[in-house]
């Protein structure tokens, strides 16, 4: 009779119980065992897709936050959602200022006639109200004294974050005064374009902290549909 070897050599494997002369016969009815969760993936509850690092690294999939209206096609990442939910629940929580404007838009007089002028129209086409510096600020008006008032009044304050900004910042120019009062609310998106987190943060690492919205993402268009909904109450 011959000697089974799983004290030897053991029958973990299909090809070791073959092996052995005494149990081979019965060998076609082993099967391997896998884990029902070993081809499942695990995604956390309360989110629809990927994300991407606060950092603003990229992502694939997408995420609805709260506030988007049903039937709307702009798609977030999880990590935007994360960012703008703090700032969403403060614009629902803030008593409305006199005459309010939806925005305040911080940016670099270098970008008046690009960047912060798309973002602006781009904007004001969704029914988004700006306080643009170019605008707003009329002739022979104390300069100071108007960026106070639209940020007394305005629901969120928005840095367009450039090079001509970073370039800006480090000789604390207008722009910087109004990114130490925005610094100090909760109420502040950065957007950044055509720069990254990484060059913000050698300038102002304190903005760098503050998780907002990337043209790296998508398009100014896009940037600008999710300020939309952002404060649409």
């Known amino acids: 009779m011959a000697r089974c070897t ?10 070791g119980r073959e092996n052995c002369p005494a149990c081979r016969s019965g060998s076609r009815g082993y099967r391997s065992y896998s884990s029902p969760y070993s081809s499942r993936s695990y995604s956390s509850p309360g989110y629809s897709g990927g994300g991407r690092s606060s950092g603003g ?10 506030w988007s209206p049903s039937g709307s096609s702009v798609m977030y990442t999880t990590a935007e959602v994360r960012a703008l939910t703090p700032i969403r629940r403060s614009v629902e929580a803030r008593t409305p200022p006199p005459d309010p404007r939806d925005v305040f838009l911080c940016h670099a007089w270098d970008d ?5 002028k798309e973002l602006h129209d781009l904007l004001e ?6 306080w643009f510096s170019e605008k707003d600020v009329l002739l022979g008006s104390t300069l100071l004294r ?7 009044k305005s629901r969120v304050g928005v840095v367009l974050v450039t090079p001509a900004l970073l370039e ?5 120019g207008i722009a910087d005064k109004e990114l130490s009062v925005l610094l100090a609310t909760d109420l502040l998106v950065p957007i950044v374009h055509d720069t990254t987190y990484e060059a913000l943060r050698d300038v102002s690492p304190m903005l760098a902290s503050r998780s907002g919205l990337s043209t790296a993402e998508g398009t100014m268009t896009n940037v600008a549909a999710k300020l939309a909904e952002l404060i649409s109450l």
């Open 57 to 66: 690294g990229s992502s694939s999939g997408g995420s609805r936050p709260s």
């Open 146 to 152: 108007e960026i106070d008032k639209g940020l007394v």
């Open 6 to 15: 799983a004290p030897r050599n053991g029958h973990r494997t299909a090809s």
């Open 112 to 116: 008046r006639g690009g960047a912060a």
């Open 168 to 172: 800006r910042l480090q000789g604390e």
């Open 125 to 130: 086409s969704r029914n988004v109200s700006v």
